[in-house]
């Protein structure tokens, strides 16, 4: 579904004067133009577009519409693994390869999560807010996993949810655990990585950088292969950055098995990163209860596991939860 359309009528300043017609409705209307889509634009009455530059005193009249306005639309032919659900709430179990939601600059493109969410809780379609991080393209969304990172994630059913939710993750209340499988051995069992994440100019991924944002990661080793030199690794968020474990066990020499993207080398079945969210806990928004949810190793990993044969140091657990980075009780 398309959302609504502005009309923009301006006068070219003098500071304006040679900018591309399509900077100048950006900047007008207010939308980034990765989201601007012009329907109409005329200067001084003669249809133009959005690679003409203007000068100075010409009138501009212009159609214009957000993308990140398109409501995302619902689809139940997806596959959607439902942990829990009550009235304020939605736990799923996502599968490697589902986007969360639609990128900002196409929000009505379908496979995502949300299309899944929308077919079977239509009424979270309205729990959007404004700001940076929350757009018609992810209603209910609070959280993200990475497309082929698989496993757990709490989404909004209420608007008391999505205020309470939206808190805790920003204050990363959230309690986030994740397994691993990396590749070679680490040198202590347990340890913290303290390091900024950002993006240097012109650079294609993420990575360490000093001006960039806090992002602290708890690990803890459960079990190691010798050949190839691989470790089985549970993670605890402190914080959640984009790509944070994959930057972060990169960082320090051990990117996530078949993250090609960060180092990680191509293993038999690993055909994406090795990564699964295995432990989610929050406060719930109705109850006020603190409330845990586990999710066991998916398919891919555990024969990935079983590839590599009986650690030699370790054993992989079941819930794959090391005492040493479980979450605190709350």
Not at 81 to 87: L, Q
Not at 94 to 115: D, Q, Y
Not at 131 to 140: K, L
Request: with cysteine.
């Amino acid at each position: 579904m398309s959302g609504p359309s502005d009309n923009l009528q301006f006068e070219v300043t003098r500071d304006e004067a040679d900018l591309r017609l399509d900077r100048l409705l950006a900047r007008h209307s207010g939308i980034p133009r990765a989201r601007l889509e012009v329907l109409a634009v005329r200067v001084d009455g003669v249809a133009a577009r959005g690679k003409d530059r203007v000068d100075c005193g010409c009138r501009v009249e212009a159609e214009v519409r957000d993308r990140a306005r398109d409501a995302p639309p619902a689809d139940a032919t997806l596959e959607l693994d439902v942990v829990h659900v009550d009235a304020d709430v939605i736990v799923v179990d996502k599968a490697a390869g589902m986007p969360v939601h639609a990128p900002r600059a196409a929000p009505t493109r379908g496979g995502t999560l949300v299309n899944a969410l929308l077919a079977r809780y239509p009424e979270i379609a309205d729990l959007t807010a404004t700001g940076p991080d929350m757009a018609a393209e992810r209603p209910g969304v609070v959280h993200r996993i990475d497309r082929m990172t698989s496993g757990l994630l709490v989404v909004a059913r209420s608007a008391r949810a999505l205020s309470s939710l939206g808190d805790q993750a920003a204050s990363h209340a959230f309690d986030r655990v994740y397994a691993a499988l990396c590749g070679g051995h680490l040198t202590t069992e347990t340890g913290i990585i303290d390091a900024p994440i950002g993006r240097r100019a012109g650079a294609r991924h993420l990575g360490v950088e000093a001006g960039g944002r806090a992002a602290r990661s708890r690990y803890a080793v459960e079990a190691e292969w010798d050949r190839p030199a691989v470790s089985a690794v549970t993670v605890t968020l402190e914080t959640g950055r984009t790509h944070q474990i994959r930057v972060h066990m990169s960082a320090i020499g051990h990117p996530v098995l078949g993250d090609t993207a960060y180092g990680g080398r191509e293993t038999a079945g690993a055909e994406r990163q090795m990564l699964h969210a295995c432990h989610l806990g929050f406060t719930h928004p109705g109850s006020g209860a603190w409330v845990e949810f586990d999710s066991a190793l998916p398919d891919d990993m555990r024969a990935v596991g079983e590839t590599l044969g009986p650690p030699s140091r370790g054993s992989v657990p079941n819930d794959w939860l090391a005492p040493s980075v479980r979450p605190d009780n709350h």
